[in-house]
Structure formats: C-alpha cells, structure tokens
C-alpha cells in the first residue's frame, strides 16, 4: 500500500488557511478568542468545526497505520487479526464520512462569507422601500 505524500496539504489545513484569511489572524488566536466567547459564535463554530475536522483526519491517518501493521506481509492473519482489521476498515470508513460531512458543511459556510472591507471604504446603505400600503375594506 503506499504511503500518502507528505507534502500534500488536508482539508483541514486548506480550511484553516480560509479561516484565517476571513478574519485576518492566525488560527491558534482566533480559537482563543472563541473559547472566551460568552455566546456561541460564529467563530466559535467555525473553529470548533475545523477541530472536529483535524481530529477526524488524525483518526483516518491513524487507522491506516494500524491497518498497514495489521496487513503487512511478514504477519500472519488469524482469526484475532481479521477482526482488528475489519474494526480498523470501520473506523476508517466512519472518519472519512465524518471528515468529509465537516469538509462540507464548513466549506459550504465559508463559501458563503466574504471578508468585510474597512469602515471608511464600505458604501453607505441604500433605503429600502416602505412595503405598499394596501386599503382593507371593511365587511361589516
């Protein structure tokens, strides 16, 4: 089986990269100022997000290790093994949906925010219309 290539980047740290492009500071600071967030946040969420993605990449890299030392040609597959292993695929399986679920939703969510533009620059608002009044007649 061969290895993944070191230098290819995660989803996490492309999502990472996002974040810290959207609000203009390295990741470890945004996470501290989320965690001393009264309410829940939008950062908040975002960060929270991106560690249950990291985690689940870990788990996947982790499973795959142990599935390769399961595997490996020198080692004799038995009963005991066989079940490891099919724990081991399993597990891959449900961190690679979780993985995936978390890449897509918060991926969704940054698509959706754009960075804000300085106060001096941002255009004044434009009014909006009043609804149209409409005359109610009465039945009675």
Same mark, same amino acid.
């Given at each position: 089986m061969p290895q993944p290539d070191a230098t290819a980047r995660t989803i996490s740290e492309v999502i990472a990269q996002r974040i810290e492009a959207l609000f203009g500071q390295p990741l470890a600071e945004l996470e501290a100022l989320a965690d001393d967030a009264p309410d829940a946040t939008l950062l908040a969420a975002l960060t929270g997000s991106h560690s249950d993605l990291a985690l689940a =990449?870990?788990?996947? +890299?982790?499973?795959? =290790? $142990?599935?390769?030392e399961l595997t490996s040609p020198e080692r004799e597959i038995g009963r005991f093994t066989a079940g490891h292993i099919l724990d081991c695929a399993r597990r891959v399986a449900e961190s690679v949906a979780t993985r995936d679920a978390y890449a897509t939703s918060v991926g969704a969510v940054l698509g959706g925010l754009r960075r804000a533009s300085a106060p001096d620059t941002q255009l004044p608002a434009v009014p909006?219309? +009043?609804?149209?009044?409409?005359?109610?007649? $009465?039945?009675r």
């Amino acid at each position: 089986m061969p290895q993944p290539d070191a230098t290819a980047r995660t989803i996490s740290e492309v999502i990472a990269q996002r974040i810290e492009a959207l609000f203009g500071q390295p990741l470890a600071e945004l996470e501290a100022l989320a965690d001393d967030a009264p309410d829940a946040t939008l950062l908040a969420a975002l960060t929270g997000s991106h560690s249950d993605l990291a985690l689940a =990449e870990r788990n996947i +890299a982790f499973q795959m =290790e $142990r599935l390769r030392e399961l595997t490996s040609p020198e080692r004799e597959i038995g009963r005991f093994t066989a079940g490891h292993i099919l724990d081991c695929a399993r597990r891959v399986a449900e961190s690679v949906a979780t993985r995936d679920a978390y890449a897509t939703s918060v991926g969704a969510v940054l698509g959706g925010l754009r960075r804000a533009s300085a106060p001096d620059t941002q255009l004044p608002a434009v009014p909006v219309p +009043a609804a149209p009044v409409t005359a109610t007649s $009465r039945t009675r």
